[in-house]
């Protein structure tokens, strides 16, 4: 539901080139290259966990037609939705349990909070709530360190080849109770 089009359209200008994958436009992008045997047979041992699409190097995120109420889309990620037991009430996407679903985005600055306001609004035609909190750097440090949100937005800088900054990107680190995922 996240509509690139639409807000690198609306709120940046067109500034912004979507990225398909990792080291897109470097001879270690996967995209467009299927898994090597080698890679495969890795991979054999979690079957399921990589979706057949990313296996073949075919893996696209979603684009939308830029209206920012593409329904397409939105019908697709119903569908996913639903398969996945959720099920609509009214205007609102609930559990198994009938418990709406429902989520705090954190941000720490207005441009952080623009961009989740506009996440906010698609997300809310499919019935979802997402809430937007904008903290101060000192509690979103905080929040940030205790896991202590639902989402937030974040963005890694990387080389287009990989480097000692990766290390903490990949090494698998243990889950706790509070961990979530950061987008």
């Known amino acids: 539901m996240f509509d690139f089009e639409w ?10 080139h979507r990225s398909i994958g990792f ?4 001879e270690l992008s996967s995209v467009g290259r299927p898994a090597s ?5 890795l991979l054999n041992a979690f079957p399921g966990a990589v979706s057949e699409t990313a296996i073949e190097g075919d893996e696209r995120p979603p684009v939308s037609d830029g209206s920012g109420r593409d329904r397409e889309i ?11 037991g959720f099920a609509l009430e009214g205007s609102a996407l609930t559990d198994a349990t009938g418990r709406p679903l429902a989520f705090e985005i954190l941000v720490k600055n207005r441009e952080e909070e623009r961009l989740a306001l506009a996440y906010g609004r698609s997300l809310a035609r499919i019935g979802i709530s997402a809430r937007i909190r904008l903290v101060d750097e000192a509690q979103y440090q905080r929040r940030r360190g205790k896991f202590d949100f639902d989402m937030m937005i974040g963005s890694w800088i990387a080389t287009p080849s ?3 900054e990766q290390r ?3 090494v698998r680190a243990r889950p706790t109770s509070k961990a979530r995922i950061t987008w």
């Open 7 to 16: 807000i690198n359209a609306k709120l940046y200008g067109g500034l912004y």
């Open 23 to 26: 080291f897109d436009d470097s």
């Open 37 to 41: 045997a080698a890679e495969r047979a």
């Open 74 to 84: 939105a019908r697709r990620a119903l569908q996913q939705l639903f398969h996945a």
């Open 162 to 164: 990989p480097g000692a």
């Open 168 to 170: 903490g990107r990949w």
